[in-house]
Each structure stands twice: as structure tokens, then as C-alpha cells.
């Protein structure tokens, strides 16, 4: 069974740019969580997506957005880009129907110039 | 509130010397508790999960865990470190929105 994928691997872009980056989940995953990962803040929970549902949202400002399409591949958003979006984000899958674990991609690495 | 508490940002072994990582978590009801750990420049990985049942955990690359309600513990240990295991591990719950409650990680270092 393929792993957990996301799309692109690394990105650089400037301040104020938008960036979308992409998650495949396991297949018959339905739901898809986002994290970011920094150094000082380590890892904090963005949201979570299941059914194509926003099913919980962590505390983040509403440039980050996301959503999920009906084969549960899900898409997160970051709008009017700041340095301090510089950060590994990464993306989980589980069924999201039993307290399971998740499985993380490798992560898209994103540096904010 | 929920929440994880791992003691030590960083926690230095000579190798072949026991690994032990500490964790503690808060609740009211039995937790689904993991470890995770993430080798540098790669994603997390699961080295093992409590849920139900035997308190003792066995995981992945001889990593093993104990549950302890009355200590409200889920200390990661190994008997023997190797230096292939110097990563980030990361003590988890699972609360009832199916959401992972985070500990802020331990830099596990082995010295030669």
C-alpha cells in the first residue's frame, strides 16, 4: 500500500506570495490532518479534514486555509506568505473513524525569503 | 486541559547504554497514547501505540513502552542504544476528536 505523499518536497518563495501544497493519503484514508514544524514551536496542529469536511481547526490565522476533494486528496493554502511561515509541513492520514494512528508524508519544506 | 509533558529537550547516551524518554500526559479518561520519532530531514514514524490492554508495549527497533495509569506515564525505553537511533521522538495522545495532543519532543543523542 503507497505511503502518505505530499507535494512539492521543498519551495521557496517571497513575502506576501501565496503557496498551495498537496496531500495524497493512504488509500481509504478519509480523513487528512495538517501540521507545521518549526524549531521553536515545534509541532502544531493546523486542521483536519474528513469527509471533505472540516472536522478541527487549530489556531492559526485565517490565511491558512485548506480543503479536501471527494478522492481525499487535500490541498492547504497559505496566503500573503510571512517569514515566519517558514516551516516543514506535514501531512498525516488515518481512517478517522477509530482512534488510530496516523501516518505522516515526508513533508513540503517551505522557506519564506 | 489535555496535554503531554516529555521531561528533557535533550537526552544524551553513551551507546549501548540504556535509552529512557520520559513522558507524562493528562486526562481524565484512559488515553490512546504513541511514540513517534523523526530522524533528521524525514517525516514522523510510528515506533508503537498503547490503546487497550497490555500495559507493556513492544514497537519498532527494539523500543518498548509502559503504560501507567497511576503514574499517568508512557516512558520510551531501549535497552541498548545504537547511534542509528539519534532522532526526535515524540510522546502523543489521541483525544475524543481523534486530534493529536503533541509533547514538545526529545532530541535523543548517543555518543560513541
Known amino acids: 500500500k503507497a505511503g502518505v505523499t505530499q507535494t512539492p518536497r521543498y519551495l521557496i518563495k517571497t513575502r506576501g506570495q501565496q503557496v498551495t501544497l498537496s496531500c495524497s493519503p493512504i488509500?481509504?484514508?478519509?480523513?487528512v490532518s495538517w501540521y507545521q514544524q518549526t524549531p521553536g514551536q515545534g509541532l502544531q496542529f493546523l486542521f483536519e479534514?474528513?469527509?471533505?469536511?472540516?472536522?478541527n481547526k487549530g489556531n492559526f490565522p485565517g490565511r491558512f486555509s485548506g480543503r479536501q476533494f471527494s478522492n481525499s486528496r487535500s490541498e492547504m493554502n497559505v496566503s500573503t506568505l510571512e517569514l515566519g511561515d517558514s516551516a516543514l509541513y506535514l501531512c498525516?492520514?488515518?481512517?478517522?473513524?477509530?482512534?488510530?494512528?496516523?501516518?505522516f508524508g515526508p513533508g513540503t519544506r517551505l522557506t519564506v525569503l | 486541559a489535555q496535554s503531554v509533558t516529555q521531561l528533557g529537550s535533550h537526552v544524551s547516551v553513551s551507546e549501548g547504554a540504556l535509552v529512557l524518554l520520559r513522558c507524562n500526559y493528562s486526562?481524565?479518561?484512559?488515553?490512546?497514547l504513541f511514540w513517534y520519532v523523526q530522524y533528521p530531514n524525514q517525516g514522523l514514524q510510528l515506533l508503537l501505540k498503547y490503546t487497550t490492554g497490555a500495559t507493556l508495549v513492544k514497537g519498532i527497533n527494539g523500543f518498548e513502552a509502559e503504560f501507567k495509569k497511576s503514574e499517568t506515564s508512557f516512558h520510551l525505553t531501549k535497552p541498548s542504544a545504537h547511534m542509528s537511533d539519534a532522532a526526535e521522538y515524540f510522546c502523543v495522545r489521541l483525544d475524543s476528536n481523534y486530534q493529536l495532543i503533541w509533547g514538545a519532543g526529545t532530541k535523543l543523542i548517543i555518543k560513541p
Open positions: 479534514y474528513f469527509s471533505e469536511t472540516q472536522r
Open positions: 488509500s481509504g484514508h478519509r480523513s
Open positions: 498525516a492520514s488515518s481512517t478517522g473513524t477509530t482512534r488510530d494512528e496516523q501516518f
Open positions: 486526562s481524565s479518561v484512559p488515553p490512546y
